[in-house]
Protein backbone atom coordinates (compact mmCIF):
# COMPACT_ATOMS: atom_id res chain seq x y z
CA UNK A 1 0.00 0.00 0.00
CA UNK A 2 1.12 3.38 -1.11
CA UNK A 3 2.38 5.89 1.65
CA UNK A 4 0.83 9.49 1.69
CA UNK A 5 2.36 12.65 3.87
CA UNK A 6 0.54 12.43 7.12
CA UNK A 7 1.20 15.64 7.41
CA UNK A 8 -1.81 18.31 8.20
CA UNK A 9 -2.10 20.00 4.81
CA UNK A 10 -3.36 23.12 6.12
CA UNK A 11 -0.21 23.86 8.14
CA UNK A 12 1.36 23.44 4.76
CA UNK A 13 -0.95 25.03 2.46
CA UNK A 14 -3.81 27.83 2.94
CA UNK A 15 -6.79 26.40 1.80
CA UNK A 16 -8.53 28.98 -0.70
CA UNK A 17 -11.78 28.29 -3.45
CA UNK A 18 -13.79 26.04 -4.85
CA UNK A 19 -12.31 25.72 -8.43
CA UNK A 20 -14.65 22.74 -8.88
CA UNK A 21 -16.49 19.77 -7.65
CA UNK A 22 -16.30 16.22 -8.46
CA UNK A 23 -18.14 12.78 -7.96
CA UNK A 24 -15.52 12.26 -4.53
CA UNK A 25 -14.98 15.62 -3.08
CA UNK A 26 -13.60 19.28 -4.17
CA UNK A 27 -10.78 20.60 -5.85
CA UNK A 28 -9.84 24.08 -4.25
CA UNK A 29 -7.28 26.61 -4.93
CA UNK A 30 -4.41 26.18 -2.27
CA UNK A 31 -1.65 28.12 -1.65
CA UNK A 32 1.42 27.14 -0.25
CA UNK A 33 2.51 29.10 2.89
CA UNK A 34 6.18 28.90 2.60
CA UNK A 35 6.63 30.35 -1.15
CA UNK A 36 3.29 31.74 -2.08
CA UNK A 37 2.49 29.74 -5.31
CA UNK A 38 -0.69 28.54 -5.91
CA UNK A 39 -1.40 24.99 -6.35
CA UNK A 40 -5.03 22.94 -6.65
CA UNK A 41 -6.26 21.09 -3.88
CA UNK A 42 -8.13 17.17 -4.84
CA UNK A 43 -9.47 16.29 -1.29
CA UNK A 44 -11.10 13.05 -1.65
CA UNK A 45 -12.96 11.41 0.62
CA UNK A 46 -11.96 7.57 1.72
CA UNK A 47 -14.29 4.50 1.75
CA UNK A 48 -14.13 3.89 4.98
CA UNK A 49 -15.94 0.17 4.77
CA UNK A 50 -16.82 -2.16 2.26
CA UNK A 51 -20.56 -2.12 2.63
CA UNK A 52 -20.82 1.73 1.82
CA UNK A 53 -20.56 2.77 -1.60
CA UNK A 54 -19.73 6.26 -0.02
CA UNK A 55 -16.28 8.17 -0.95
CA UNK A 56 -13.51 6.33 -3.27
CA UNK A 57 -11.45 3.35 -2.51
CA UNK A 58 -8.16 3.79 -1.02
CA UNK A 59 -6.77 2.09 -4.24
CA UNK A 60 -8.42 3.73 -6.94
CA UNK A 61 -6.52 6.94 -5.66
CA UNK A 62 -3.12 4.82 -5.24
CA UNK A 63 -3.79 4.19 -8.85
CA UNK A 64 -4.94 8.17 -9.63
CA UNK A 65 -1.39 8.85 -8.04
CA UNK A 66 0.57 6.03 -9.42
CA UNK A 67 -0.55 7.68 -13.02
CA UNK A 68 -0.20 10.88 -12.65
CA UNK A 69 3.57 9.88 -11.07
CA UNK A 70 4.38 8.52 -13.96
CA UNK A 71 2.51 11.37 -16.42
CA UNK A 72 4.84 14.23 -17.06
CA UNK A 73 3.96 15.91 -19.80
CA UNK A 74 3.73 19.79 -20.70
CA UNK A 75 0.00 18.36 -21.91
CA UNK A 76 -1.06 16.74 -18.19
CA UNK A 77 -1.46 18.34 -14.97
CA UNK A 78 1.18 17.45 -13.09
CA UNK A 79 0.88 16.00 -9.16
CA UNK A 80 3.17 17.79 -6.72
CA UNK A 81 2.24 16.09 -3.28
CA UNK A 82 -0.12 13.71 -1.75
CA UNK A 83 -1.21 14.12 1.86
CA UNK A 84 -3.45 11.43 4.00
CA UNK A 85 -5.49 12.18 7.12
CA UNK A 86 -7.61 9.56 8.58
CA UNK A 87 -10.65 10.52 6.54
CA UNK A 88 -9.52 11.72 2.80
CA UNK A 89 -6.33 12.30 0.76
CA UNK A 90 -5.51 15.75 -0.40
CA UNK A 91 -3.53 15.31 -3.81
CA UNK A 92 -1.55 18.57 -4.25
CA UNK A 93 -1.92 19.24 -8.41
CA UNK A 94 -0.47 21.89 -10.59
CA UNK A 95 -3.07 24.90 -11.07
CA UNK A 96 -4.80 24.93 -14.19
CA UNK A 97 -5.67 28.84 -14.21
CA UNK A 98 -7.31 28.79 -17.97
CA UNK A 99 -10.83 27.37 -17.57
CA UNK A 100 -12.16 24.95 -20.08
CA UNK A 101 -11.17 24.52 -23.56
CA UNK A 102 -14.80 24.65 -24.36
CA UNK A 103 -15.86 27.88 -22.34
CA UNK A 104 -12.66 29.65 -24.18
CA UNK A 105 -14.01 29.01 -27.73
CA UNK A 106 -17.24 30.03 -26.56
CA UNK A 107 -16.14 33.26 -25.78
CA UNK A 108 -14.90 34.07 -29.07
CA UNK A 109 -17.04 35.34 -32.18
CA UNK A 110 -15.44 32.96 -34.72
CA UNK A 111 -12.45 30.47 -34.61
CA UNK A 112 -11.02 28.81 -38.01
CA UNK A 113 -10.38 25.17 -38.22
CA UNK A 114 -6.61 25.97 -37.96
CA UNK A 115 -6.73 27.85 -34.59
CA UNK A 116 -9.00 24.52 -33.32
CA UNK A 117 -6.23 22.70 -34.65
CA UNK A 118 -3.97 24.12 -32.27
CA UNK A 119 -5.53 22.68 -29.43
CA UNK A 120 -6.37 19.44 -31.01
CA UNK A 121 -2.48 18.68 -31.95
CA UNK A 122 -1.74 19.73 -28.02
CA UNK A 123 -4.52 17.18 -26.80
CA UNK A 124 -3.56 14.86 -29.29
CA UNK A 125 0.38 15.28 -27.85
CA UNK A 126 -0.95 15.03 -24.23
CA UNK A 127 -3.10 11.69 -24.90
CA UNK A 128 -0.25 9.95 -27.61
CA UNK A 129 2.46 10.54 -24.31
CA UNK A 130 -0.20 8.88 -21.84
CA UNK A 131 -0.96 6.02 -24.30
CA UNK A 132 2.96 5.48 -24.85
CA UNK A 133 3.07 4.73 -21.20
CA UNK A 134 0.10 2.33 -21.96
CA UNK A 135 -2.13 4.68 -19.85
CA UNK A 136 -5.46 5.00 -21.00
CA UNK A 137 -7.57 8.18 -19.81
CA UNK A 138 -11.07 6.56 -19.98
CA UNK A 139 -13.14 9.36 -19.16
CA UNK A 140 -12.16 12.24 -22.06
CA UNK A 141 -14.95 14.89 -22.16
CA UNK A 142 -15.01 18.66 -21.96
CA UNK A 143 -15.01 19.60 -18.53
CA UNK A 144 -11.32 17.12 -18.57
CA UNK A 145 -9.80 19.49 -21.00
CA UNK A 146 -8.56 22.86 -19.47
CA UNK A 147 -6.17 25.43 -20.42
CA UNK A 148 -3.29 26.81 -18.76
CA UNK A 149 -4.17 30.14 -18.31
CA UNK A 150 -6.45 32.35 -20.35
CA UNK A 151 -4.62 35.63 -20.68
CA UNK A 152 -1.69 34.16 -23.22
CA UNK A 153 -3.02 34.13 -26.95
CA UNK A 154 -2.54 30.31 -27.29
CA UNK A 155 -2.59 28.77 -23.54
CA UNK A 156 -1.79 25.41 -23.06
CA UNK A 157 -3.97 22.26 -23.24
CA UNK A 158 -3.99 20.04 -19.48
CA UNK A 159 -5.95 17.26 -19.74
CA UNK A 160 -6.99 16.78 -15.96
CA UNK A 161 -8.80 13.70 -13.79
CA UNK A 162 -7.46 10.72 -13.82
CA UNK A 163 -9.67 9.46 -12.18
CA UNK A 164 -10.90 6.64 -14.30
CA UNK A 165 -7.46 6.15 -15.59
CA UNK A 166 -5.84 2.93 -15.71
CA UNK A 167 -2.03 1.45 -16.50
CA UNK A 168 -2.26 -1.65 -18.37
CA UNK A 169 0.02 -4.30 -17.17
CA UNK A 170 1.53 -6.61 -20.39
CA UNK A 171 -0.97 -8.69 -21.82
CA UNK A 172 -3.57 -7.62 -19.19
CA UNK A 173 -7.25 -7.62 -20.08
CA UNK A 174 -9.03 -4.90 -18.87
CA UNK A 175 -12.81 -3.69 -18.90
CA UNK A 176 -14.41 -1.31 -17.80
CA UNK A 177 -18.08 0.05 -17.92
CA UNK A 178 -17.21 3.75 -16.16
CA UNK A 179 -17.38 6.53 -17.93
CA UNK A 180 -19.93 9.24 -19.66
CA UNK A 181 -22.65 7.87 -21.92
CA UNK A 182 -22.27 10.72 -24.83
CA UNK A 183 -17.98 10.27 -24.98
CA UNK A 184 -17.99 6.53 -23.99
CA UNK A 185 -16.76 3.77 -27.13
CA UNK A 186 -18.97 0.72 -27.84
CA UNK A 187 -16.41 -1.53 -26.38
CA UNK A 188 -17.08 0.55 -22.86
CA UNK A 189 -20.59 -0.14 -23.03
CA UNK A 190 -20.50 -3.91 -24.49
CA UNK A 191 -18.09 -4.14 -21.58
CA UNK A 192 -15.65 -5.68 -23.97
CA UNK A 193 -11.44 -5.60 -23.65
CA UNK A 194 -10.61 -2.19 -23.74
CA UNK A 195 -7.23 -0.52 -24.67
CA UNK A 196 -6.23 3.29 -25.04
CA UNK A 197 -7.57 3.18 -28.85
CA UNK A 198 -11.11 3.45 -26.37
CA UNK A 199 -9.99 7.51 -25.91
CA UNK A 200 -9.80 8.17 -29.45
CA UNK A 201 -13.02 7.38 -30.02
CA UNK A 202 -13.86 10.15 -27.46
CA UNK A 203 -11.59 12.31 -29.23
CA UNK A 204 -13.72 11.84 -32.38
CA UNK A 205 -16.98 12.68 -30.62
CA UNK A 206 -15.24 15.58 -29.22
CA UNK A 207 -13.66 16.93 -32.40
CA UNK A 208 -17.39 16.06 -33.62
CA UNK A 209 -18.74 18.77 -31.18
CA UNK A 210 -16.25 21.42 -31.20
CA UNK A 211 -16.79 21.59 -35.09
CA UNK A 212 -20.96 21.72 -35.27
CA UNK A 213 -22.39 22.26 -31.80
CA UNK A 214 -23.82 18.81 -31.81
CA UNK A 215 -23.37 15.77 -30.33
CA UNK A 216 -23.43 12.87 -32.47
CA UNK A 217 -25.02 10.14 -30.43
CA UNK A 218 -27.11 12.36 -27.78
CA UNK A 219 -30.15 11.03 -27.12
CA UNK A 220 -33.00 12.56 -24.92
CA UNK A 221 -31.73 10.13 -22.52
CA UNK A 222 -28.92 7.97 -21.46
CA UNK A 223 -30.35 4.73 -22.40
CA UNK A 224 -31.02 6.17 -25.59
CA UNK A 225 -27.57 7.99 -26.39
CA UNK A 226 -25.99 4.19 -25.23
CA UNK A 227 -28.07 2.89 -27.84
CA UNK A 228 -27.39 5.32 -30.41
CA UNK A 229 -23.76 4.86 -29.79
CA UNK A 230 -24.15 0.95 -30.27
CA UNK A 231 -25.84 1.44 -33.85
CA UNK A 232 -22.99 3.93 -34.79
CA UNK A 233 -25.93 6.14 -35.33
CA UNK A 234 -24.16 9.62 -36.61
CA UNK A 235 -24.31 11.73 -39.41
CA UNK A 236 -22.74 15.05 -41.02
CA UNK A 237 -26.22 17.35 -40.80
CA UNK A 238 -25.43 19.59 -43.75
CA UNK A 239 -26.76 22.80 -41.22
CA UNK A 240 -24.80 21.98 -38.94
CA UNK A 241 -21.39 21.12 -41.31
CA UNK A 242 -21.62 23.81 -43.99
CA UNK A 243 -18.70 25.57 -43.14
CA UNK A 244 -16.66 22.30 -42.11
CA UNK A 245 -14.01 20.84 -44.35
CA UNK A 246 -14.11 17.37 -46.13
CA UNK A 247 -10.28 16.76 -44.44
CA UNK A 248 -12.07 17.48 -40.86
CA UNK A 249 -14.85 14.96 -41.62
CA UNK A 250 -12.69 12.10 -42.89
CA UNK A 251 -10.64 13.17 -39.06
CA UNK A 252 -13.47 12.10 -37.26
CA UNK A 253 -14.92 9.12 -39.78
CA UNK A 254 -11.28 7.86 -38.62
CA UNK A 255 -11.92 7.51 -35.33
CA UNK A 256 -15.40 7.00 -34.66
CA UNK A 257 -15.16 3.37 -36.02
CA UNK A 258 -16.53 0.14 -34.54
CA UNK A 259 -13.51 -1.84 -34.36
CA UNK A 260 -10.60 -0.38 -31.69
CA UNK A 261 -7.75 -2.27 -34.22
CA UNK A 262 -9.01 0.14 -36.71
CA UNK A 263 -9.35 3.20 -34.82
CA UNK A 264 -6.30 6.22 -35.45
CA UNK A 265 -3.95 6.03 -33.06
CA UNK A 266 -2.93 9.56 -30.94
CA UNK A 267 0.01 9.00 -32.95
CA UNK A 268 -1.75 8.59 -36.56
CA UNK A 269 -3.90 11.51 -35.69
CA UNK A 270 -1.22 13.43 -35.41
CA UNK A 271 -0.01 12.88 -38.99
CA UNK A 272 -3.81 12.99 -40.26
CA UNK A 273 -3.28 15.56 -43.05
CA UNK A 274 -5.99 17.47 -41.30
CA UNK A 275 -3.75 18.17 -38.86
CA UNK A 276 -0.37 17.70 -40.44
CA UNK A 277 -0.69 18.91 -43.67
CA UNK A 278 1.47 17.62 -46.30
CA UNK A 279 0.05 20.02 -50.02
CA UNK A 280 -0.52 23.48 -49.84
CA UNK A 281 -4.41 23.34 -50.91
CA UNK A 282 -4.95 21.20 -48.00
CA UNK A 283 -2.99 23.94 -45.34
CA UNK A 284 -5.33 26.78 -47.43
CA UNK A 285 -8.39 24.82 -47.01
CA UNK A 286 -8.04 24.59 -43.10
CA UNK A 287 -7.76 28.41 -43.02
CA UNK A 288 -11.21 28.92 -45.05
CA UNK A 289 -12.61 26.66 -43.12
CA UNK A 290 -14.30 27.70 -39.37
CA UNK A 291 -16.33 25.85 -36.70
CA UNK A 292 -20.00 26.63 -36.14
CA UNK A 293 -19.76 29.53 -33.85
CA UNK A 294 -23.38 29.88 -32.88
CA UNK A 295 -24.49 26.44 -32.36
CA UNK A 296 -21.23 25.76 -30.60
CA UNK A 297 -22.32 29.03 -28.15
CA UNK A 298 -26.05 27.16 -27.83
CA UNK A 299 -23.92 23.67 -27.46
CA UNK A 300 -22.02 24.76 -24.40
CA UNK A 301 -24.65 26.98 -22.97
CA UNK A 302 -26.21 24.28 -22.07
CA UNK A 303 -23.76 21.89 -21.52
CA UNK A 304 -23.02 24.88 -18.60
CA UNK A 305 -26.80 24.95 -17.64
CA UNK A 306 -26.40 20.74 -17.24
CA UNK A 307 -23.59 20.95 -15.39
CA UNK A 308 -25.10 23.03 -12.39
CA UNK A 309 -28.63 21.61 -12.13
CA UNK A 310 -26.80 18.61 -11.90
CA UNK A 311 -24.73 20.00 -9.14
CA UNK A 312 -27.86 21.62 -7.31
CA UNK A 313 -29.02 18.13 -7.39
CA UNK A 314 -26.32 16.63 -6.19
CA UNK A 315 -26.07 19.02 -3.00
CA UNK A 316 -29.92 18.77 -2.54
CA UNK A 317 -29.47 15.01 -2.31
CA UNK A 318 -26.18 15.53 0.22
CA UNK A 319 -28.57 17.16 2.35
CA UNK A 320 -31.29 14.73 2.46
CA UNK A 321 -28.80 12.21 2.88
CA UNK A 322 -27.12 13.35 5.98
CA UNK A 323 -30.33 14.36 7.30
CA UNK A 324 -31.25 10.55 7.04
CA UNK A 325 -28.34 9.31 8.39
CA UNK A 326 -28.06 11.34 11.17
CA UNK A 327 -31.44 10.37 12.19
CA UNK A 328 -30.63 6.80 11.97
CA UNK A 329 -27.65 6.69 13.35
CA UNK A 330 -28.46 6.08 16.89
CA UNK A 331 -30.38 2.82 15.32
CA UNK A 332 -27.44 1.28 12.92
CA UNK A 333 -23.82 1.79 13.65
CA UNK A 334 -23.12 1.60 10.06
CA UNK A 335 -25.15 3.46 9.44
CA UNK A 336 -23.27 6.30 11.22
CA UNK A 337 -20.34 6.01 9.06
CA UNK A 338 -22.15 8.09 6.14
CA UNK A 339 -22.25 11.39 7.88
CA UNK A 340 -19.19 12.67 6.22
CA UNK A 341 -19.44 11.16 3.38
CA UNK A 342 -21.50 12.35 -0.70
CA UNK A 343 -23.16 10.15 -3.19
CA UNK A 344 -25.24 9.78 -5.57
CA UNK A 345 -28.07 7.84 -4.69
CA UNK A 346 -28.93 6.73 -8.26
CA UNK A 347 -25.30 5.76 -8.98
CA UNK A 348 -24.53 1.99 -8.84
CA UNK A 349 -21.03 0.98 -8.47
CA UNK A 350 -18.46 1.28 -11.40
CA UNK A 351 -21.67 1.69 -13.30
CA UNK A 352 -22.22 3.53 -16.65
CA UNK A 353 -23.75 5.92 -15.03
CA UNK A 354 -21.43 6.74 -12.15
CA UNK A 355 -20.45 10.17 -13.93
CA UNK A 356 -23.78 10.88 -14.57
CA UNK A 357 -24.08 14.09 -12.51
CA UNK A 358 -20.90 16.00 -13.46
CA UNK A 359 -21.89 14.82 -17.03
CA UNK A 360 -23.47 16.88 -19.69
CA UNK A 361 -25.16 14.08 -21.31
P1 LIG B 1 -15.66 13.91 -11.83
O1 LIG B 1 -16.57 13.25 -10.87
O2 LIG B 1 -16.32 15.02 -12.63
O3 LIG B 1 -14.89 13.01 -12.73
P2 LIG B 1 -13.43 14.28 -10.01
O4 LIG B 1 -13.93 14.09 -8.62
O5 LIG B 1 -12.62 13.20 -10.55
O6 LIG B 1 -14.58 14.74 -10.98
P3 LIG B 1 -11.83 16.39 -11.19
O7 LIG B 1 -12.54 16.21 -12.50
O8 LIG B 1 -10.39 16.04 -11.16
O9 LIG B 1 -12.59 15.65 -10.02
O10 LIG B 1 -12.03 17.90 -10.73
C1 LIG B 1 -13.31 18.49 -10.60
C2 LIG B 1 -13.27 19.92 -11.15
O11 LIG B 1 -12.29 20.69 -10.42
C3 LIG B 1 -12.81 20.02 -12.60
O12 LIG B 1 -13.89 19.87 -13.49
C4 LIG B 1 -12.20 21.41 -12.66
O13 LIG B 1 -13.19 22.40 -12.83
C5 LIG B 1 -11.59 21.58 -11.28
N1 LIG B 1 -10.16 21.21 -11.29
C6 LIG B 1 -9.65 19.95 -11.22
N2 LIG B 1 -8.31 19.95 -11.25
C7 LIG B 1 -7.95 21.24 -11.35
C8 LIG B 1 -6.67 21.91 -11.41
N3 LIG B 1 -5.54 21.21 -11.38
N4 LIG B 1 -6.66 23.26 -11.50
C9 LIG B 1 -7.82 23.96 -11.52
N5 LIG B 1 -9.05 23.40 -11.46
C10 LIG B 1 -9.12 22.06 -11.37
Same mark, same amino acid.
Given at each position: ???? &?????????????????????????? #?????? !?? %?????? &??????????????????? @?? *??????????????????????????????????E?F?????? @??L????????????? /???????????????? &???? +??????? =????? +???I??????????D *? /??????????? +?????????????T??????????? +??L?G??????? !?????L???????? @?F???????????????? $????? @??????? !?A? /?S???? %????? !?? &? $??????? =????????????A??? %??????M?????????? #?????????A??? $????????E??????????????????
Amino acid at each position: MAVF &KPDNVEDLYEIGEVLGSGHFGEVRRV #RERASG !TS %WAGKFM &KIRKSACTHLGVERSCVEQ @EV *EILHTLQHPNIVALKDVFESRAEVVLILEFVNGGELFDFIADK @EMLLESEAIEFMKQIL /EGLGFMHSKNIGHFDL &KPEN +IMLSDNV =SQNPN +IKLIDFGLAHHFQQD *E /EYRSSSGTPQY +IAPEVIKKEPLSTTADMWSIGVITY +ILLSGLSPFQGE !TNEETLTNVLAMKY @EFYAQFFSTTSSMAKDFI $QKLLV @ENPNDRM !TAE /ESLLHP %WIKPI !TR &K $QAAKRNR =SSINMKSFKRFNARRK %WKMSYNMVRMCNRLVQL #RLLCKGNADADPL $QRQCESDVEDTESKPASLLRRRLSSSS
